[in-house]
């Protein structure tokens, strides 16, 4: 049994029914096309590198044309504890997805369009300013906002935020200056602060200077924690309540919590700090990532519950993210529950919303952004994913997962593992053998 349980921001207890549901029959993979032979390589790679000591454990889910063709558990969910199918794993990034949904929901009842400004809602966020670094690189200038942040700019990561831990891989003095600012007024990337809510840090945010132009750039960052407060007040409602009531309970995602009710707590998997060669150590409460990010206790949020952001809040299941990635690939609807139109899934999954630009950050070229997802644009890049058309996007504990339209496909990786970028490359051969599995 686990004596802590450590967590990524707050979680609400908030009870929907603590009997999970079953998980349905999983078919034969010649049933929907998918060779059976070919998955087992994906038992292979797996095994090999928890053999190896570079991940604990994961749960692997593929899907096809609406049913669950592999399903595996691999490993330790903690020390002395199996990877369980039901295991509870912290999707971290893999929030904001649920989150862009829960605006669009909102955007479908009139209560908010895209091209609408943030102030409008926020008024924190009239008249900002916007960083330049001067000519001779000694200091900076504060210049007016060209146009306002909109609503569209924080669905598609292109409002002028950042994230801080962007400034242990970036190095722009711009960059730098501006998390700095962030660091003085108590900017956080979404965590530890039961002392106050999300719209308290979002009022800060707003008063401080962009990185760059709204509209002007790409730039992955604190976008969604501000889309999750104007859930809030556009709705009345608290986010994870609205989140709950809007998609939890609507798609059964009986297993999915901002936070995680004590009875079933005992099922979250643990985190490991790998370094790919051997050496694997589970992790407590401990800084994780330069100080910038790191786990924190759940019971710190316990008596609190107000710190919701809608970056990386949500505990899931493998199982539950499925039923939320077949509703998308259904365009909307699942088992008889419309979400959200066809169209507007169009325009969230299919459509790419920011121009020339690319979606780099863990993508190369070729990848766009939509509404929440990065799209690919092509085959021809360096990581050969999947068709033109897949759309995805990751945790920073290294959780994954990928929609492919064309083939009906959905390939779903949860671990518990870091640092995030050393699991890129099992990401990609395990989408390769994805991909590699269809048969017909």
């Given at each position: 049994m686990l004596k802590r349980f450590v967590l990524f921001g707050l979680f609400t207890v908030i009870s929907h029914g603590v009997v999970a549901e079953d998980v349905p029959a999983i078919v034969s993979p010649?049933?929907?096309?998918?060779?059976?032979?070919?998955?087992?390589?994906?038992?292979?790679?797996?095994?090999?590198?928890?053999?190896?000591?570079?991940i604990g454990g994961a749960n692997v889910l593929i899907a096809r044309k609406?049913?669950?063709?592999?399903?595996?558990?691999?490993?330790?969910?903690?020390?002395?504890?199996?990877?369980?199918?039901?295991?509870?794993?912290?999707?971290?990034?893999?929030?904001?997805?649920?989150?862009?949904?829960?605006?669009m929901l909102l955007y479908e009842q009139g209560k908010l369009l895209l091209s609408d400004p943030v102030s409008k809602y926020i008024p924190e966020f009239k008249n900002q300013k916007v960083l330049e670094m001067n000519a001779d690189g000694k200091g900076y200038k504060l210049v007016p906002v060209k146009r306002e942040v909109t609503v569209r700019d924080l669905l598609t990561h292109s409002s002028g935020l950042l994230y801080l831990f962007s400034n242990n891989y970036y190095h722009e003095p711009e960059r730098k200056a501006v998390v700095d600012l962030y660091k003085q007024a108590g900017i956080t990337d979404g965590f530890c602060r039961p002392d106050e809510t999300i719209?308290?840090?979002?009022?800060?945010?707003?008063r401080l200077p962009l990185f760059k132009q709204p509209g002007e750039v790409w730039e992955y960052s604190l976008s969604n924690d501000v889309l999750g407060y104007l859930v809030e007040v556009v709705s009345g409602q608290k986010f994870d309540d609205f989140v709950m009531q809007r998609i939890f309970v609507p798609l059964k995602m009986k297993d999915s919590y901002f936070f995680v009710p004590p009875e079933k707590q005992g099922r979250i998997a643990a985190v490991w700090k790998s370094d790919w060669h051997g050496s694997l150590l589970r992790v407590d409460d401990?800084?994780?990532?330069?100080?910038?990010l790191w786990l924190c206790p759940q019971d710190a949020y316990a008596t609190s519950g107000k710190y919701l952001t809608g970056g990386a809040n949500v505990i899931s299941t493998v199982y539950d993210y499925y039923r939320f990635a077949q509703m998308l690939l259904n365009q909307g609807e699942l088992d008889g529950t419309r979400l959200l139109s066809r169209k507007t899934i169009e325009l969230m999954t299919a459509t790419n919303h920011i121009g020339n630009f690319d979606a780099t950050f863990l993508?190369?070229?070729?990848?766009?952004?939509?509404?929440g997802f990065a799209i690919q644009q092509d085959r021809g890049h360096d990581v050969d994913s999947g068709d033109a058309g897949v759309f995805e996007w990751a945790g920073i504990y290294s959780t994954r997962f990928s929609i492919d339209p064309k083939e009906q496909k959905i390939t779903i990786f949860m671990s518990q593992t870091t640092p995030f970028g050393l699991h890129f490359g099992l990401w990609d051969k395990l989408l390769v053998q994805s991909g590699s599995a269809i048969n017909d």
């Open positions: 010649e049933s929907v096309g998918l060779s059976s032979s070919r998955l087992q390589n994906l038992d292979t790679l797996m095994e090999s590198h928890i053999a190896e000591k570079k609406g049913k669950i063709a592999y399903f595996k558990s691999f490993g330790l969910a903690d020390d002395n504890k199996p990877m369980q199918r039901d295991t509870m794993f912290r999707v971290m990034s893999m929030t904001k997805p649920l989150t862009s949904v829960a605006i719209g308290d840090m979002v009022k800060r945010l707003a401990k800084p994780l990532i330069d100080a910038d993508h190369d070229h070729a990848w766009k952004f939509g509404l």
